[in-house]
């Protein structure tokens, strides 16, 4: 037999007989690999049926399964404690297929009111536009949410902590609420993680995130979780491959690399953040201060209850004095503290809600929800406390 073409020789060594011999290893890598392919060969056509039909395991094709996203959502579920998870391109794809797996033309949503801008411009204009009606209500009023679900009501849905304004919520007893009425709960926990609440635990039917923020947390990558039982990851998982918003095996690695961390960062996140609050509510050029880890917040009870170890995490909100030029302000005054259109990663950052996170937001709409001109929201890092605080000082006085 005549030897191949070079050409043919690239194309073709270290294929699939090295994988073969790599999966059949006594050995394993420490650190998993990225499993950088859109498609999986097969020796015959009945390998093939067997694992459509699950009678074999195997990878098909990646936007439906790839071992690096199988390995991430194996992580993911044990942090909390949940039969399954799904992970996904961005945060918002992970919360509208969340949402549409759960509902059709005619149907109802009960929604809080302060949420992150681009769910909020999601329910209040997309919705409707394919039939399904939302109603936003107070959560903190359980005879107004109760009042709020009709019977036609499929999905109840708030976040852990608001944002921007750092509420939180009684979940158990909403959970109970939207159970009496036959209604699915969905939580948005991306502000708190795993390692700061666990709503599944608390009566959570689905629990979802923006991967992006905490859970990835060095501001380099961008994707979004859904994590359930059994029965629910089985039914959203065919709106997972559907609609193809699958999040790529490069990224899985960066996630799965970046929860080994999460608890420690959060725990640090938390401590940080607390003390920032704590300096800001006594400052002169600051007249409000949102944090639930507060003395004086009214949530302080909740997350006791609520939250692990009493960690709030580390985002907080403050009004900053003189509206619009005081904010605008001390983001020019900040050196090291960047203003930027996001958040949680292992530096401090500054967001102007008003004008990026919220920017949907109709003025009477932001009003309502407690949004002013001039409200920044902080995303505390793991610097020294000390140092952070030094910062926003000086910055505080050209205010």
């Known amino acids: ?50 694992v459509y039909a699950g009678d074999a395991s195997g990878y098909v094709y990646s936007r439906m399964t790839n071992p690096s996203t199988d390995a991430v959502e194996e992580i993911l579920a044990a942090a909390e404690g949940a039969d399954g998870a799904l992970v996904f391109a961005s945060g918002m794809a992970a919360i509208v297929t969340s949402i549409i797996a759960n509902v059709k033309s005619g149907d109802h949503v009960v929604s809080s009111p302060v949420l992150y801008g681009g769910v909020y411009d999601y329910f209040k204009h997309e919705l409707p536009r394919f039939g399904v009606e939302v109603t936003f209500v107070d959560f903190e009023d359980m005879d107004a949410l109760k009042a709020a679900i009709r019977p036609n009501t499929k999905v109840v849905y708030t976040e852990t902590i608001s944002n921007p304004l750092m509420e939180v919520l009684n979940l158990p007893e909403i959970a109970k609420v939207a159970h009496a009425h036959g209604c699915k709960f969905i939580v948005d926990n991306t502000f708190a993680t ?71 960062r959060m725990k640090q996140h938390s401590e940080n953040a607390l003390k920032v609050a704590q300096f800001l509510e006594k400052h002169p050029k600051v007249e409000r201060v949102y944090y639930p880890g507060l003395d004086s917040s009214p949530y302080k009870a909740l997350t006791k209850e609520m939250f692990v170890e009493g960690r709030c995490g580390g985002m907080l909100s403050a009004d900053i004095v003189n509206g619009e030029a005081g904010a605008s302000t001390l983001i020019k005054e900040c050196s090291t503290i960047k203003f930027v259109p996001s958040l949680a990663g292992v530096s401090t950052t500054i967001s102007y809600p008003a004008k990026t996170s919220h920017r949907a937001y109709s003025p009477e709409d932001m009003k309502a929800a407690g949004i002013s001109m001039g409200q920044l929201r902080f995303s505390i890092g793991l610097e020294e406390a000390d140092d952070i605080i030094a910062e926003l000082e000086k910055a505080l006085e050209k205010v």
């Open 1 to 50: 037999m005549n030897e191949k073409h070079m050409r043919t020789r690239l194309v073709h060594a270290g294929e699939n007989e090295l994988a073969k011999k790599i999966a059949s290893s006594v050995s394993v890598p420490k650190v998993l690999p990225i499993y950088m392919s859109s498609v999986f060969s097969f020796d015959d056509v009945p390998s093939l049926d067997a």
């Open 194 to 264: 795993p390692a700061v609440a666990q709503p599944l635990k608390m009566g959570a039917d689905i629990v979802v995130y923006s991967t992006t923020k905490y859970l990835g947390g060095h501001s380099d990558l961008i994707g979004g979780a859904i994590l359930s039982n059994a029965e629910n990851i089985n039914e959203m998982h065919r709106y997972f491959t559907l609609y193809g918003a699958i999040m790529g095996p490069f990224e899985a690695w960066l996630l799965a690399r970046s929860l080994r961390t999460l608890d420690l």
